[in-house]
């Protein structure tokens, strides 16, 4: 009789999903109402500033990138490639306000990303416009079909996964300034996209909250495999493991990642959890890192907590030292800023730790 | 400017997905090695006799549900409608080794139905033969359309939710025992199906483990509506918080059931996670429920543990005494076996503890 589990074996060098966008970038806003919503303009803008060159509200929007505000004939004639679509909906679905821009724009000859849930080429206007204006529609929040079922082996080389204590919290930020310490520094190392706006910036990575939920921890091995014993997976992590909407993707993404570090981002002040507010307040730190280390060393029993990111841009120089500071005495662990103050200080905790 | 959310409101009224097959039954069991994976069937022959009139095997299988074992022609002969694939590889794929025997019945007539990931309306060979036999396909597996992402709002009556120390290990049979349970007293109790044989078995249900991850909570909303203050959602539990493989699924569902209490699950003598032997040992029933109850007071900070359900059928009546004694002593709490001893005790100390 043939091995029960031959046709699952784990393809660890399966090709992830590579991804092609023309810059220069539009990015487009619609009527988000705050910022904790437009991450993605946020990430492109931030982490690709020399592709970006303009964005596009829909009045009384009242986020801002600093971009110049454009309309359809201005992203024209800026030389604009395509219109990534910057912002997210609670569920991740195209909203019927933000069509008539969309539609013009496809009209115009502008490509269209986006990494919502629904897609662009469901949308049967959009596919019509686009048509007609010789545009492509990409959509990013496609998982790569035949994803194993996580067995738990562990793999070769070094990992360092993002954690949170909500959403839309820092987890990417933190990752891109630690790959980038890392970088900087001549390290071998990868950053892992898990999220639309980490795959747009990476040009590669896995949308691990499209993923049918059975496959989520094999998904996050396929993304990570095995490498060699020097090489660091800088993971992006997804979600809030104490979050109630999506907690689940937070566990499977931890459990497959098997990270030898995490990395618990914070945002002074954020008193609720995203899309929850009024019902579910932030947890402490002390809850969130407990049960998230115990919940890594499922797969990895050596997983250390290798320090605090915290996003202070609420607070002045004097205000955010005192901050970093307690935070350092409290945890005696590297607490940074990785906009204000960098890596630096985690990435040494790093490298003097995982062995 | 429109409300945010207003796209994604909670349809706590969705209607579930039912389904329809046609007795009677013939349990296909192809090469499946070990019970473990044979739970479709097992689930089906215990919970609905009256329905299920045969089995089929492939030569070798080790496993056997008690039916007579028939082949194509008396399978027509017994006047079967429905052939109910009884079995789970590991992703739940469509094996190969099994197409001649399916292709067969579905070109003799016999409806096929089916739990697995892969669709038998994907498998060509299986579409043609059905459309050559009139047979219908059913692939049970497939969750509802635009399900909401969770906002954790409480629903108002009384949840139970099954867990467990591992997959395949009692979650589903403790649910159903003690529905019945519940039923025979009179209780206003539903038994909500998460998992394919659960849905074969009930009529409806979400197959948990097959929604987009993002969505995981939200079907665990869907699943378990608003009810009157008095009634009771029994609800199967999937898969295990500390099993790497699927824990994203466990606690996806944990959050969006907000039990008010959890059933913990286990067999007797598993030594080892299923699918993962040799690698992972099944964690101790202290530690399980420690991030169970953790975890589950998240959405429900009321929630208790009623007890143990365990699977004591490698024991003699002595020894499940006293093994079950035994725990009862150490946790204070009713232990019980949902076959051998049936579900009484925790039925009690559910409606004595859950107002």
Redesign the interface.
Known sequence: ??K??S??VIRTRMPLKKIQLQPPYLLFLG?V?DDG?AKTAHGMAYWRPQLCAGQMRLP?CPVDIGLPDLNVEETVAAGIRTAIIGIA?????L?A?WMPQLIALARAGINLASGM?SKLIDAADLVAAAKQGNATLIDIRVPPEDL??????KRSGKRVLTVGTDCAIGKKYTALALHREFENRGINVDFRATGQTGIMIAGEGIP???????????AADVLSPDNDADHWDVIEGQGA??H??????????L??SQPDAVVLCHEVGRADLL??EG??VVPPLDQVID?VL??AK??NPNCIWAGISINTSSLDDTQRHSYLGDLENKYGLPCVDPVATGMAKIADFLLENVK
């Open positions: 009789m043939k029960w589990y046709v699952k009527d109402p919503h009384g909906s609670t569920g991740g679905q909203e306000a849930h194993p079922v996580s067995r738990g082996r691990i909250d499209a993923v049918v939920a059975d496959f989520v921890s094999g493991l104490l109630p909407s999506y907690a689940g993707v937070s566990l499977g993404l459990h497959g899309g929850l019902i579910f049960i115990t919940s499922i797969t």
